[in-house]
């Protein structure tokens, strides 16, 4: 059964109807009382899990928790309470700060035992609720409305910060990092809208960095929008932006890749020819990876792939799938255990700008991937948002990077790079 069949069968025509209750009453309260009082009644209907004033909604509540089902299901019904608060805030800048005031809520639950049934199960659930996928968006969601710290914006100055406060500097992430399978339109459109705005804020601060750098010599440090260092950022770029073969920058060979590939016999032949795509500037820069582990390995990998097809001309369908097998390979397999030793060891080896160069060219010559590119650097990023950024510098530095490609070459700002 897959999550949202699951989901379905939780609403059924007398659970919807006791859900109904919770949200509506939730509404009214929010229309009619303070943000305050608000948070309060829900402290005391799902955190404290008793002494609540309304007899219906704690009624329902209780059969709710009482259902054979609430074990596993009951986690949809309090997520959606919570965004029944969490979307009319969001459009409400002066309620903002209630959103990661709710979240901390559920750092409140009462961890000593109760006599009372109804309360134990109540923050039972509760607690349960914190451990899935629902609440982790949720609470990466709270986190861009909460005050940036003023220690500055190096990779020094945020070393003993979380991985996870970093969230808002990446918008690329927002789409698999914020929203789940449930999620709802309301929360898909504000998602949007938060994406766009941090998008197009970076966009704006990158091209007046690059205009100055045309016009100013010896720019200054204080105009970088990145935590990469001056000389780091404008190698990064002209390597995304600039000429990397002969006259043609990523997207001009990407542009003529996309051609030939129109013009080939087999998928066989068109993998052959998408590995030399690939691997040009890599081998262009570091000869060794004309034949080394990794191009190898790369090369077996992607004969394996969609091998049953080779004889066949390539369609939209094999080369969307190829690319998407080819993203795992290079970037993250699995999201349960990541495996990701290969993309490190590519970032280490050849630096941060070959690395995303590499990926760039995928997303470049197959733009349905793009989201699968950064659903990909959400996996890392999710798995390492408890560890310190001095302890993950590798993946700062390559969120930089992925961050520069994409509004470098896909941006909506307004400037050409």
Not at 176 to 181: A, E, F
Not at 285 to 312: H, I, K
Not at 338 to 349: E, G, K, S
């Amino acid at each position: 059964m897959s999550t949202m069949d699951s989901y379905e069968s939780w609403s059924s025509a007398s659970v919807a109807d006791l859900q109904r209750q919770l949200y509506e009453h939730l509404q009214h309260c929010r229309q009619q009382e303070s943000t305050e009082s608000v948070l309060n009644r829900f402290q005391q209907l799902f955190i404290q899990g008793k002494g609540y004033s309304d007899p219906a909604p704690w009624e329902a509540l209780v059969e709710l928790i009482n259902l054979s089902q609430a074990e596993r299901e009951f986690k949809y019904t309090l997520n959606r309470c919570t965004y029944t608060l969490v979307n009319p805030w969001y459009t409400q800048p002066r309620d903002h700060w209630a959103i990661p005031a709710l979240v901390a809520l559920f750092d409140e639950i009462p961890q000593t035992s109760t006599n009372c049934f109804v309360t134990h199960r109540i923050r039972t659930l509760t607690q349960g609720f914190t451990e899935t996928e629902q609440f982790a968006a949720l609470r990466r969601l709270a986190a861009l409305f909460e005050p940036e710290a003023t220690t500055g914006d190096t990779l020094e100055a945020i070393a003993n910060q979380s991985v996870a406060k970093q969230l808002r500097h990446y918008p690329f992430l927002y789409d698999s990092s914020l929203l789940t399978k449930d999620s709802d339109q309301h929360q898909k459109q504000h998602v949007g809208e938060l994406r766009h705005q941090a998008e197009a804020a970076f966009g704006v601060k990158l091209a007046r960095y690059w205009a100055q750098g045309q016009t100013v010599k010896g720019r200054s440090a204080a105009s970088n929008p990145t935590r990469l260092s001056q000389a780091e950022l404008d190698d990064a770029l002209q390597h995304y932006t600039g000429k990397v073969e002969g006259n043609r920058s990523h997207r001009d060979v990407a542009k003529m890749f996309q051609t030939y590939s129109r013009t080939v016999r087999s998928f066989r032949e068109f993998k052959e020819e998408l590995l030399e795509y690939l691997l040009a500037p890599l081998a262009g820069a570091e000869p060794r990876y004309r034949n080394n582990v990794f191009s190898r390995s790369l090369r077996q990998y992607l004969r394996e792939t969609l091998a049953d097809f080779d004889s066949q001309i390539p369609t939209e369908f094999m080369i969307i799938t190829v690319c998407q097998k080819l993203l795992n390979f290079l970037v993250v397999q699995g999201r349960q255990q990541p495996v990701f030793r290969r993309f490190r060891q590519l970032v280490q080896d050849v630096g941060p700008s070959l690395a995303m160069g590499l990926l760039l060219r995928v997303v470049l010559f197959c733009a349905n991937v793009k989201p699968w590119l950064e659903n990909r650097m959400a996996v890392l990023f999710n798995h390492h948002e408890q560890y310190r950024c001095k302890d993950a510098t590798w993946l700062i530095t390559a969120l930089e990077h992925v961050n520069l490609a994409l509004v470098t070459n896909f941006g909506k700002v307004g400037y050409s790079f």
